[in-house]
């Protein structure tokens, strides 16, 4: 399954390199667990092997399937007759679920929102941590730093990053 030295995705984290992989007894079962760095969090992280698919924990996606999402990335269309504790919730799953197109959706759907009205706080916060989610697995995929991540983030979602604090030389929070 996984190797050390593995670029994984952890949902809600982002973009993440598997450091170790150990046996712990835990109630006296042996389990695997893997020993993750999470580089734009400062943090690493352990979790067992064999809750990686419930935690939707699954290897970066190729540099193909990226360019793919990054060429489509505002086709399809914003649902926007959902209320807005509804959306949240909504975009909250999305986020959580792990996949590339679904966490764009919402960075798409939340521009996309916010060109038509400034957002909310719990909106903006949740745009600037999915930004940080995308743009730590573009790091990984395209072996960039993060300031050329989130120039080509920028190019493609045409919206200055640096207004939302991501594109600065700061440590992402």
């Not at 939707?56 to 060429?71: E, F």
């Not at 996309?112 to 745009?127: C, P, V």
Request: proline share 3%.
């Amino acid at each position: 399954m996984f190797q050390v030295g593995d670029k994984i995705f952890y949902p809600t984290q982002g973009g993440c390199v598997i450091q170790a992989i150990e046996e712990k007894v835990v109630h006296g079962e042996t389990l695997r667990y893997c020993t993750v760095n999470i580089p734009h969090r400062k943090m690493t992280v352990m979790f067992p092997t064999n809750n990686s698919d419930r935690l939707g924990i699954r290897p970066i996606v190729d540099s193909d399937k990226l360019d793919n999402l990054l060429n489509t990335f505002y086709d399809g269309e914003s649902d926007t007759t959902i209320r807005d504790n509804r959306r949240i919730q909504k975009n909250i799953s999305k986020i959580k679920s792990g996949d590339i197109y679904e966490g764009a959706e919402v960075i798409r759907d939340l521009v996309r929102s916010n060109n038509k009205k400034k957002l909310g706080l719990t909106e903006k916060n949740m745009m600037e941590n999915a930004l940080e989610i995308l743009i730590s697995e573009v790091v990984l995929v395209k072996g960039i730093t993060k300031q050329q991540a989130a120039t080509l983030l920028d190019q493609v979602i045409n919206v200055p990053l640096g207004d939302l604090s991501l594109a600065s030389n700061a440590p992402l929070i």
